[in-house]
C-alpha cells in the first residue's frame, strides 16, 4: 500500500469515527444550559410546574434551557428575588445571555432586558420577555407558563 492510499483510509476512517458525534452534537432535541446540571426538564407535574435545575445550579448563574416541556426557561436569583422569563429575544427571537451586570443581552442586537424581562434602554426590542412563574421547593428550581 503505497503512502497516499493508506492517509485516505486513515481519513475515511477519521470521519467515520466522528460522525456519530457530530449527529448526537447537531440533535434539536437536545436542550441547551447555561449551568451545570440544569441541562433538561422534566415533564409538568399536576400544577404545571416543571423542575428546570437545582438551587446548587442557580447559584452559579443563569439557568438557561433553550427547549423544556413548556418551551424556552431562564432562571436567575436577583436581588434574591426568583425571575423567570423565556428567554427568546422580542426583537428577532435570538436566546437572550444573563450578564453579571444583572440583565440580558440579547447577542443578536444588542437588546437589553432586566431579571423580570423589561425592555431596559434604547435598544431594537420594544416587547417585553414572557414572564414565567418560578418557585424553589427543597432543592428544585421550578418554572410553570402563565396560563
Given at each position: 500500500?503505497?503512502?497516499?492510499?493508506?492517509?485516505?483510509?486513515?481519513?475515511?476512517?477519521?470521519?467515520?469515527?466522528?460522525?456519530?458525534?457530530?449527529?448526537?452534537?447537531?440533535?434539536?432535541?437536545?436542550?441547551?444550559?447555561?449551568?451545570?446540571?440544569?441541562?433538561?426538564?422534566?415533564?409538568?407535574?399536576?400544577?404545571g410546574f416543571v423542575q428546570v435545575g437545582t438551587v446548587a445550579a442557580l447559584?452559579?448563574?443563569?439557568?438557561?434551557?433553550?427547549?423544556?416541556?413548556?418551551?424556552?426557561?431562564?432562571?436567575?436569583?436577583?436581588?434574591?428575588?426568583?425571575?423567570?422569563?423565556?428567554?427568546?429575544?422580542?426583537?428577532?427571537?435570538?436566546?437572550?445571555?444573563?450578564?453579571?451586570?444583572?440583565?440580558?443581552?440579547?447577542?443578536?442586537?444588542?437588546?437589553?432586558?432586566?431579571?423580570?424581562?423589561?425592555?431596559?434602554?434604547?435598544?431594537?426590542?420594544?416587547?417585553?420577555?414572557?414572564?414565567?412563574?418560578?418557585?424553589?421547593?427543597?432543592?428544585?428550581?421550578?418554572?410553570?407558563?402563565?396560563?
Open positions: 500500500m503505497d503512502r497516499r492510499t493508506f492517509l485516505s483510509w486513515v481519513g475515511l476512517g477519521s470521519l467515520a469515527t466522528s460522525l456519530p458525534v457530530a449527529l448526537v452534537a447537531c440533535n434539536s432535541e437536545t436542550p441547551s444550559a447555561s449551568s451545570p446540571g440544569s441541562n433538561s426538564a422534566g415533564a409538568p407535574r399536576d400544577d447559584e452559579t448563574g443563569a439557568i438557561v434551557l433553550e427547549t423544556s416541556s413548556i418551551g424556552a426557561v431562564a432562571v436567575v436569583r436577583n436581588n434574591g428575588e426568583l425571575a423567570a422569563v423565556n428567554p427568546t429575544c422580542t426583537h428577532k427571537g435570538c436566546t437572550v445571555a444573563w450578564q453579571p451586570s444583572g440583565e440580558y443581552v440579547c447577542p443578536c442586537h444588542q437588546a437589553k432586558f432586566s431579571a423580570t424581562g423589561a425592555v431596559v434602554g434604547e435598544g431594537p426590542a420594544k416587547v417585553p420577555l414572557k414572564v414565567l412563574q418560578a418557585k424553589i421547593e427543597g432543592d428544585a428550581v421550578l418554572v410553570k407558563a402563565n396560563a
